[in-house]
């Protein structure tokens, strides 16, 4: 039974973690939150579910609906950073929850404000490891997410784009000068944040099996609380935070009460953002 | 006067107070994206007071904006340590815990909401925007106003010159909670029923929104933007169901073309002098 909660806790957290590299990535970046970053998300999973009943399989529609969501992201940045880099610093803030509103509004139109049902398109098999029974959609989900998460690393750890993202998170003016060009950079952080809330999305799906338009929201806050846990700006931090608020819902809903789940989540992160601001692996410091 | 045309007033109205409720926390460069969770406070309070223990509306009103300027000054003094983007996102943790306690909070309905509150009219609402617009016009012109100006744009010097600069800061989050809670009371009494989800975060980052394109510079921004962005989508009517996606575009596009908000403190200035110069010349 415990180990079953864990699986099922370790597969929910592992679409958390995806959501939640995708703002620390821009805040590392930008000192800013993306508030529509969970309409990304919600978008990544509309593109999943519509690339499902066109029959195109998963593997494509995971690649397909990453890079939608991507281009998503930069359109963001278009539109809600880019022109906004005079304005007061909470003007980018602002102005990312109303392109959410435009978005989950357009979702509304194109998909219902009903319940879209995931078609079932694979044979699902059940694996028995143990007392613990194990699905074939969650092997895809925890490998697809925990491969990308470790991928997400070892780039910005190993690749020349890894290291212009480091250096212009240190400091613009400083990258710049050392010949990293920021706004490609910047564009190129909100492709890989928009994609990994994309992937995360068509995940969800799979869960869920039912999703609307307004999805995003209460995915993207929790998006932020594993940030903050993990500390602001740390990718490692945001992986780690994200699967363990994933088993802490399980386990609260397993052994406890679901009603008081989200008040022990934000309960958390209050104490967290007040208390210990720089979460559990400590944020990212710019260099002033 | 039509239902429908009171009710627009009666939102802007209440969209007013929490605009400037917002604006006073922004006196001190502080932020808050919090302010629904006073506003449920102020609410749910002082529904609970007038429904269940019979408190006339007037008195349960203040009592919760009190409450909830209370917990704004007992969240102001740790959110103190924070600053800018971690204090956004203090903000917003407080506002969605409190909609999660109210969700859960089985004495007032929980997850059902909360009905049966009433008494609010369209003369309340806008006697407490009067009043609110007449506390910040004083507020401008006095010793108070003028220290939250530099504890805004110099803290360190305004500390010099011996201004309290905690102090300045803790009560204007309490000023703030208590104006959110006012309008949190007349929202619930106007509606007649209340739920938890009526106070999400997304409306606390809509009326941040409204201050800051109607111009942080003076509490003027704050009223004219809430006016103008809560008529605006009954006014998109005609193109129906796509009116939130065209409204979202307006307000994207209006941060890009004018970041400093429609008001500024030098078209207030301008527009005063003007007047002056009319009454002068009427007069001779």
Redesign the interface.
């Known amino acids: 039974m415990f180990f079953q909660q864990l699986i099922n806790g370790l597969m929910l957290g592992s679409t958390y973690s995806l959501i939640a590299i995708g703002y620390t990535l821009v805040?590392g970046l930008l000192?800013?939150?993306n508030?529509a970053h969970g309409d990304v998300f919600m978008v990544g999973a509309f593109l999943g579910l519509t690339f499902a009943y066109l029959g195109i399989p998963l593997y494509l529609s995971l690649i397909l609906a990453m890079v939608g969501a991507g281009i998503m992201g930069i359109l963001v940045e278009r539109?809600?950073f880019r022109?906004?880099k005079?304005?007061?610093?909470?003007?980018p803030?602002?102005?990312t929850?109303?392109?959410?509103?435009?978005?989950?509004?357009?979702g509304?139109?194109i998909w219902g404000s009903e319940p879209s049902r995931y078609p079932q398109t694979a044979e699902i098999a059940q694996f028995h490891l143990g007392p613990v029974v194990v699905s074939s959609i969650q092997i895809i989900i925890l490998i697809t997410s925990l491969a990308l998460m470790a991928g997400l690393d070892m780039f910005i750890r190993r690749t020349r784009m890894g290291r212009a993202m480091r250096a212009t998170s240190e400091g613009q003016v400083n990258a710049s000068l050392l010949g990293v060009d920021p706004d490609r950079v910047i564009s190129f952080t909100f492709f890989s944040s928009g994609a990994l809330a994309g992937v995360a999305g068509v995940l969800t799906a799979l869960v869920y099996l039912q999703i609307t338009p307004f999805i995003g929201?209460r995915q993207g806050?929790i998006g932020?609380?594993a940030m903050?846990i993990g500390g602001?700006g740390n990718v490692r931090g945001a992986m780690i935070a994200g699967l363990l608020l994933g088993i802490i819902e399980v386990m609260n809903d397993a052994y406890f009460t679901a009603?008081?789940r989200?008040?022990i989540i934000?309960?958390i992160?209050?104490i967290f953002?007040?208390?210990k601001?720089e979460g559990l692996f400590g944020a990212f410091k710019k260099e002033t | 006067m039509s239902g429908y045309i009171e009710g627009v007033l009666a939102l802007m109205g209440i969209n007013i107070l929490l605009a400037l409720s917002v604006y006073a926390i922004l006196m001190t460069d502080q932020c808050s994206v919090g302010n629904a969770g006073f506003m449920a406070i102020g609410a749910y309070t002082s529904a609970y007071l007038t429904v269940k223990m019979g408190l006339p509306l007037l008195p349960a009103l203040v009592i919760g904006a009190a409450l909830a300027s209370l917990i704004g000054l007992l969240i102001g003094i740790p959110a103190l340590r924070l600053k800018g983007l971690y204090l956004v996102i203090a903000t917003l943790g407080f506002g969605e815990m409190v909609r999660t306690f109210f969700l859960n909070f089985e004495p007032t309905g929980g997850a059902s909401g909360f009905r049966g509150p009433m008494g609010t009219t369209l003369f309340l609402i806008y006697a407490w925007v009067v009043g609110f617009i007449v506390v910040f016009w004083l507020l401008d012109r006095s010793r108070l106003g003028r220290s939250f100006d530099a504890v805004r744009d110099d803290p360190e010097a305004a500390s010099t010159m011996g201004l309290d600069v905690i102090w300045h800061k803790v009560w204007a989050f309490g000023f703030g909670a208590f104006i959110a809670g006012i309008a949190g009371g007349l929202y619930a009494h106007y509606m007649f029923y209340i739920e938890s989800g009526n106070f999400s975060f997304l409306l606390s980052t809509m009326i941040l929104l409204y201050v800051l394109l109607g111009g942080m510079q003076t509490f003027w921004g704050a009223v004219i933007g809430a006016a103008i962005f809560s008529i605006l989508p009954e006014v998109l009517r005609f193109i129906h169901e796509w009116r939130l996606s065209f409204y979202g575009a307006v307000l994207v596009a209006m941060m890009i073309f004018r970041p400093s908000g429609i008001i500024t403190r030098q078209m207030v200035r301008d527009l005063g002098e003007r007047l002056d110069k009319l009454f002068q010349t009427a007069r001779t």
């Open positions: 805040l000192q800013m939150i508030l539109f809600c022109p906004l005079k304005a007061h610093f909470l003007g803030l602002v102005s929850i109303a392109f959410g509103i435009l978005l989950q509004n357009v509304t139109q929201i806050l932020i609380v903050v602001l009603g008081y989200d008040i934000f309960g992160f209050f953002i007040v208390f601001p």
